[in-house]
């Protein structure tokens, strides 16, 4: 609009000077040139004067143009030249996720050339490197990052997974604190911290850090519980490998809060309170773990924490527990052992014909033998314990590398993975009776 305004103006202003020029046709004038007079009319003189000076913007524009036009190919060049190195480094990426070590490499390369040494083009070329299997000068990369501020927390990271790779948890731990000085709380330090404290047993400090990871919304409520709940189960069974069952019970309560459903941390719990004395605590905790999965242990312990005198109180005993869980087979077990042991012959003929014909993990062909003494002989030669029973122990199996352990583990000692060992199969149910037909 301004230019419109300008424009007619001007075009005003010419028209108005022609016009005055041309009524003016005597306004002329005079002037000697190398000996030669010229005689102009005035109005020629300020046109031609206008057209020169316009002229000569023209050529002004031009020769400048002419002059800046190298700095504007070389601008261009470089511009063409990040975008080529941008799209390299695209490709490289999309090649390391697809798991592509020539072309990785290949775009890595261009990119290098490209570009300037930038955090993106070193983690690249890094990476190549390590897809191609080349951990040496992966780690000459990584190094070479750590030394400029923009990359040192890539590189630092990039060794910290080089170092877990080779299992050299001392140069984790340096590399950590070194990484920690920057972004104290990324998510995968803290990860990290958490499965480092786990492997060296130093199950406070993968505490903290769970907690940190969940104060911060990093890890899922539900997750963080389970982890804790781990931990303190596995610090629960090493005070108990002490003997000191005040700190079992503290921290088997604590696991079993964070996870009711955490088994080895009932038995335990049912188990510590035992050795202090607290009988109806002992009993309840392992009523509850008897819910969860029967075990030997739990049996082990109800019975002792009721210290039956006679036989007719440990039957009594006995169905109390299997109230809790009556269809899995180790229930059916006991009650069919504790009428064998108490000489109801009626009761032990149904008990034993409901148990599976064949299941020798459990010493039902045992529990079937002592059905027959009982039946010729009229007594049980081989009785339990008043506060015992004749359950098999299960092992304790990571059912990641299949090691057995010899008590519950949160981290296994074999393999190293956390959260995987437990009872090596699901609790046996005794088979449903068919309806009489
Ligand atoms: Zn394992």
């Given at each position: 609009m301004v230019r419109f305004i300008l424009f007619a103006t001007l075009i005003a202003v010419s028209v108005l000077v022609a016009?005055?020029?041309s009524q003016n046709p005597d306004w002329n004038a005079a002037f000697e040139v190398f000996g030669y007079r010229l005689k102009l009319h005035l109005g020629f003189l300020f046109f031609g004067l206008v057209l020169l000076l316009w002229l000569f913007g023209w050529l002004y524009f031009g020769v400048r143009r002419t002059?800046?036009?190298?700095?504007?190919?070389?601008?261009?060049?470089?511009?063409?030249?990040?975008?080529r190195g941008y799209k390299a480094l695209t490709q490289g990426l999309v090649a390391l996720a697809a798991g592509d070590p020539d072309e990785a490499d290949k775009q890595a390369r261009r990119a290098n050339k490209l570009l300037e040494e930038t955090p993106a083009t070193l983690l690249l070329t890094a990476q190549a490197a390590q897809l191609n299997g080349d951990e040496e000068s992966a780690a000459?990369?990584?190094?070479?990052?750590?030394?400029?501020?923009?990359?040192?927390?890539?590189?630092?990271?990039?060794?910290?997974?080089?170092?877990?790779?080779?299992g050299d948890r001392k140069e984790v731990q340096l590399l950590l604190e070194r990484a920690r000085k920057i972004k104290p709380n990324a998510p995968w330090i803290l990860e990290t911290e958490y499965e480092m404290g786990m492997q060296t047993g130093q199950l406070e400090g993968a505490q903290r850090a769970v907690k940190r990871l969940a104060s911060r919304r990093l890890l899922p409520s539900s997750v963080a519980k389970q982890r804790l709940a781990l931990t303190e189960a596995d610090l629960a069974f090493q005070a108990a490998e002490k003997g000191a069952w005040r700190q079992a019970v503290d921290h088997a309560q604590r696991a079993i809060s964070d996870e009711p459903t955490l088994l080895p941390a009932r038995s335990l719990a049912a188990r510590a309170h035992l050795e202090l004395g607290h009988l109806r605590k002992a009993k309840e905790h392992a009523v509850e773990a008897w819910r969860l999965r029967p075990t030997a242990g739990a049996a082990t312990t109800y019975l002792r924490a009721?210290?039956?005198?006679?036989?007719?109180?440990?039957?009594?005993?006995?169905?109390?527990?299997?109230?809790?869980?009556p269809n899995a087979l180790f229930s059916q077990y006991l009650r069919a052992e504790a009428a064998i042991e108490s000489a109801d012959v009626a009761i032990a003929q149904e008990?034993?014909?409901?148990?599976?014909?064949?299941?020798?993990?459990?010493?039902?062909n045992a529990l079937k033998l002592r059905m027959e003494d009982l039946k010729s002989g009229g007594e049980d030669r081989t009785p339990s314990p008043l506060d015992g029973h004749s359950l098999p122990v299960e092992p304790q199996v990571c059912s990641n590398c299949g090691t057995e352990h010899t008590r519950w583990r949160a981290v296994c000692t074999d393999c190293g993975t956390s959260g995987n060992i437990g009872l090596p199969t699901r609790a046996a149910q005794a088979p449903k009776m068919l309806p009489p037909a």
């Open positions: 016009y005055v020029f002059l800046a036009m190298p700095a504007e190919m070389a601008k261009n060049a470089r511009i063409s030249r990040q975008n000459v990369y990584f190094e070479e990052m750590t030394k400029n501020d923009d990359t040192a927390f890539l590189g630092l990271r990039g060794k910290i997974m080089q170092a877990l790779a080779q009721c210290k039956p005198r006679d036989i007719a109180a440990k039957r009594v005993a006995i169905a109390e527990l299997i109230q809790a869980n008990a034993v014909g409901d148990l599976p014909e064949t299941s020798a993990a459990v010493g039902i």
